[in-house]
């Protein structure tokens, strides 16, 4: 993604090194300025990160439209709970496949993110022929029918045990520790909160690095050719279909992951956390941060995330002390905010904040066009 | 059987009001190829501003009987959903007329957060029920029950269709219509105001779903204001299961996708054994649309729309 001449290696080295040490010591900056409930939320908004840059391979580098992006985080959220949870024991008790129960990570994860691919391709592949609004209404159905399985899958045989959702899941243990105990590394305490935070930071960096080599991958440019035109695409010898259920099936896979981690992080799944407004909520993070520009959907899906808590810490005690009672929910407002920027990004920014120079230079054609031309009918007037 | 006659009666009454609502998606589509997702929320508003209005009316003490009261509560909503499709084309739709498809379907779905946040925000997240004014006595039919109610929701939304399609057929806006669907630029260079014949299919479209959003809240006996997402995916549903861009289809896919969900409901449990039972309801819709989506793109009467980009 950046590419430095010789004299300017070493600042970005530097640079980097700056970063990184930021982003190790940031828990407990967090933690020591505004609480433990920031670092939780750091935690949290990892999440969001690693969703939102599956969903943005989906829609910002093959620009297909998904409206239903949050049943993959439910799928991988539900993989881990069951297989990490005494819930499924009674139903496994003396069918000889114990043995699936309880799994090391480092198998349940990636198969978290199969299975969540898995449904990548079932869902992709019978709307691969649609175009853009239809694709995203299918989809928009497609999140909903997970979700209202895994609400009505308790009965006859209990599966996901319904709207009650899984509980008692284990936390992630790791080389034989225990995420859910803290641990004293050179004299420093690391909690539970601070070793999911290295965890995610781990698991999105991994992310990070997988979007940007994809990008410039021949796949990556294959799923731009398709986003810019699919017709041309064909002719310049792209298998559409393949490429595009590729790119359903990497996007969900980060779902998967995310989901899993999600699960862990809780230790509680339930149907709720998967409405069809948390696939919008990722949505906006990936328009409003620029897509299929890697930086910018991290800022969007930061700026997203934090936009609740920030408001949750402001409108309530800014109501009890203007008007004595809560008229507005901080929810509510949120969503209501959301809706507004979604209008105004469009209507205004349609690059997102954070755009790549592709993007912006693209959008902003006809008006280099417009500006070429007026230039052009002066000097023949003049 | 008569069970049977009773999920047909059932399907058929919620199936109109489903034709209703997918004729303003589908007279939207057609015009502009764009998909409205804002529909929903404002058949959730008409019903929501009825509610209102009518608490407001009969608060006056006057003594109206109730049928007046619903139709006064509706003649208040009507305008005032009317106003509300305005500005949504207006403000944001019509800057975004040329813009990547992707932009006007993402404003789309901004503004139909914003129609059910305010909706939360002015009537706060619980049912309303809505108020008993109809009568709803039962008439016996072949064994089976249908209510006054019921019939008068029918034969209503039957009445308006077929004014619609006399509207579309034979006045001069319906002809200009047309031919802004069939070509826009050269329908702008016959002197057909785009701009006007635009507004109106939305001032149209949100009226025909006040009047939708009454039938739903007296139907079901209340309204919410998260209502709209679901009505209005089911009416979408129906639009494209009749072919979407068609009016005759809006209505038949609306007639057919409330009779499969209703018939399909009642007899889901007993034809499996109780496996799967009436909650698996809203799938239906769902997956009538995947269907249709994979082998039918162009729905049951619509033209070929799968190969367009």
């Known amino acids: 993604m950046l590419t430095f001449s010789k004299k300017n290696k070493v600042t ?7 970063f990184a040490v930021v982003l190790a010591v940031l828990p407990f900056i967090m933690g020591a300025t505004l609480g433990n409930t920031w670092v939780r939320n750091l935690d949290l908004a990892m999440l969001y990160i690693m969703l939102a840059l599956g969903l943005n391979i989906v829609v910002g580098y093959a620009g297909l439209l998904d409206l239903g992006y949050i049943a993959f985080y439910a799928v991988g959220a539900y993989v881990y709970a069951l297989l990490n949870s005494p819930h499924l024991v009674p139903l496994l008790a003396g069918t000889g496949f114990e043995w699936i129960l309880h799994m090391p990570l480092l198998v349940v994860l990636p198969l978290a993110a199969l299975m969540a691919g898995l449904f990548g391709v079932l869902l992709g592949s019978p709307t691969l022929k649609l175009r853009g609004d239809y694709l995203a209404i299918v989809t928009l159905g497609f999140g909903e029918i997970v979700r209202l399985f895994m609400n009505n899958l308790d009965r006859p ?7 009650q959702g899984v509980n008692l899941i284990e936390p992630v243990s790791l080389f034989g520790h225990k995420f859910s105990q803290a641990i004293t590394v050179f004299g420093v305490e690391f909690r539970s909160v601070h070793l999911y935070y290295y965890l995610f930071l781990a698991l999105a960096l991994m992310i990070i690095v997988v979007s940007i080599r994809l990008q410039s991958s021949r796949i990556g440019r294959a799923w731009v050719a398709i986003r810019e035109d699919e017709i041309a695409a064909q002719a310049m010898g792209i298998n559409t279909r393949n490429v595009k259920l590729l790119a359903f099936a990497m996007g969900a896979s980060f779902g998967g992951v995310s989901g899993a981690m999600f699960a862990s992080f809780q230790g509680f799944v339930s149907p709720e956390s998967f409405i069809l407004m948390e696939s919008i909520v990722v949505l906006a993070m990936v328009v409003l941060g620029g897509m299929g520009h890697i930086p910018g959907v991290i800022l969007g899906a930061i700026l997203l995330f934090l936009t609740p808590e920030v408001l949750r810490d402001v409108v309530n005690p800014l109501q009890d002390k203007l008007l004595g009672e809560r008229v507005v929910n901080p929810e509510n407002l949120r969503m209501l905010l959301f809706g507004l920027a979604l209008i105004f990004v469009m209507l205004v920014r349609p ?11 693209e959008l902003h054609e006809k008006d280099e066009k417009a500006a070429a031309e007026a230039a052009e009918k002066e000097s023949a007037h003049g | 059987m008569d069970i049977f006659i009773q999920q047909l009666i059932n399907g058929l009454v919620v199936g109109s009001i489903y034709a209703l609502i997918a004729l303003g998606y589908t007279m939207v589509y057609g015009i502009l190829q764009l998909i409205n997702f804002a529909h929903g929320e404002i058949v959730m508003m008409g019903a929501m501003i009825t509610i209102s209005a009518i608490s407001v009316l009969s608060a006056t003490g006057i003594g109206l009987p109730g049928p007046v009261l619903v139709v006064g509560g509706l003649l208040i909503a009507m305008p005032i959903t009317m106003l509300i499709g305005f500005i949504i084309e207006r403000i944001a739709y019509r800057p975004l007329r040329n813009a990547p498809r992707l932009a006007p379907l993402i404003t789309a779905i901004g503004i139909s957060i914003v129609l059910q946040q305010v909706a939360v925000l002015v009537w706060k997240n619980n049912p ?19 209510t006054d109610l019921q019939i ?55 009226g025909l779903g006040a009047i939708a959003g009454v039938m739903v809240g007296a139907n079901y006996g209340l309204a919410y204001p998260t209502m709209g997402f679901m009505i209005g995916l089911k009416a979408f549903t129906a639009a494209v299961l009749g072919g979407i861009g068609n009016l005759g289809g809006a209505v038949a896919g609306g007639i057919l996708l409330g009779i499969i969900e209703s018939v399909g409901a009642g007899y889901l449990g ?28 162009s729905g049951l009467l619509g033209e070929r729309v799968a190969e367009r980009a």
């Open chain 2, 128 to 146: 309303r029920s809505f108020p008993d004014l109809l009568p709803h006595e039962g008439h016996n039919f072949f064994g089976a029950v249908i």
């Open chain 1, 157 to 163: 045989i209990n599966i996901t045990n319904g709207p």
């Open chain 1, 351 to 361: 690059e997102g904040l954070w755009p790549s120079k592709r993007r912006k230079a």
């Open chain 2, 270 to 297: 007993p034809l499996t054994g109780g496996v799967l039972g009436s909650h698996y309801q809203d799938i239906f819709a769902f997956m009538v649309l995947i269907l249709v989506l994979v082998f039918r793109p």
């Open chain 1, 12 to 18: 970005a080295y530097i640079g980097m090194a700056v």
């Open chain 2, 152 to 206: 008068v929701i029918v034969a209503l939304a039957l009445l308006i269709m077929v004014g619609l399609l006399v509207m579309v057929e034979k006045t001069k806006l319906g002809r200009a219509m047309r031919a802004v669907s069939m070509n826009q630029a050269v329908a702008g260079l016959m002197g057909v105001n785009i701009n006007y014949v635009i507004s109106m299919t939305f001032v149209i479209g949100s």
